[in-house]
């Protein structure tokens, strides 16, 4: 059973406003995630830390920004929500298995579904 | 250039049948990691199974195993003995050497009763 929790699960907000996605863990991991998902569609890496105060931007542009100030907290801000940030967000926490980096497995979270109208 | 390629949008299976869902990928590097997870509709993605390039045996558990082809760059999740709760999307995804998951576009399964 993974120990990953986002909040908020839904949230319907307004254009404009500024939010906080929260991610947390409590399985030690060192590395952290957040993926951007369309309905229907893949997985696109938009943060990852591989450590306290470490961030770096993923593959897809994105206007939000992280920090890691604790091991297990990564949240996501918006500072102006805007329609094309709905989607759905999904925070994911890497362990190793075995001896190989390459096989870091994922905890993912039960993501936050976003709508800004 | 596409990593991973998952060619059926959409696949459908009866009830108690075995499906297999195909996914490609595309790496120099000799070390890498090979993975699916499921995703319900309630958002959740939830990991099924992991196959290492360097492992010799295909990566079995439960009712998923994995056809792992490795001079085909191939690595197709076979379900055994299908489930209606076994509807959902399915991501393949994989883990070049201190690099980052990089996941496909997804197969949508749905088991028919």
């Known amino acids: 059973e993974a120990d990953i929790y986002q909040t908020p699960r839904y949230l319907v907000i307004g254009t404009g406003k500024k939010i906080t996605l929260e991610c947390s863990q409590t399985?030690?991991?060192?590395?952290m995630y957040w993926y951007q998902q369309d309905p229907g569609m893949e997985l696109h890496l938009i943060h990852y830390?591989?450590?306290?105060?470490?961030?770096e931007k993923g593959d897809l542009s994105s206007e939000s920004t992280v920090s890691r100030i604790r091991t297990e907290h990564f949240p996501l801000t918006l500072e102006s929500a805007r329609p094309s940030h709905t989607s759905q967000y999904l925070c994911?926490?890497?362990?190793?298995?075995?001896?190989?980096?390459?096989?870091?497995?994922?905890?993912f979270g039960s993501g936050t579904q976003l709508s800004v109208l | 250039a596409q990593k991973i390629t998952q060619t059926q949008p959409g696949m459908f299976v009866q009830e108690k049948e075995a499906v297999t869902l195909d996914c490609t990928y595309d790496?120099?590097?000799?070390?890498?990691?090979l993975f699916w997870y499921k995703q319900p509709s309630s958002g959740e993605m939830i990991f099924l199974i992991y196959?290492?390039?360097?492992?010799?045996q295909n990566a079995t558990e439960g009712r998923y195993s994995l056809n792992f082809q490795k001079a085909r760059k191939s690595a197709n999740l076979v379900i055994s003995a299908s489930q209606l709760g076994d509807s959902a999307m399915y991501f393949c995804?994989?883990?070049?050497?201190?690099?980052?998951?990089?996941f496909g576009a997804g197969t949508i399964l749905r088991v028919k009763s």
């Open positions: 994911a926490s890497g362990g190793i298995e075995g001896a190989w980096l390459s096989n870091e497995k994922l905890f």
């Open positions: 995804a994989m883990r070049e050497y201190g690099n980052k998951l990089v």
């Open positions: 830390s591989y450590g306290v105060n470490s961030t």
């Open positions: 399985m030690g991991h060192d590395k």
């Open positions: 790496t120099s590097d000799p070390s890498y990691g």
């Open positions: 196959q290492g390039s360097y492992d010799q």
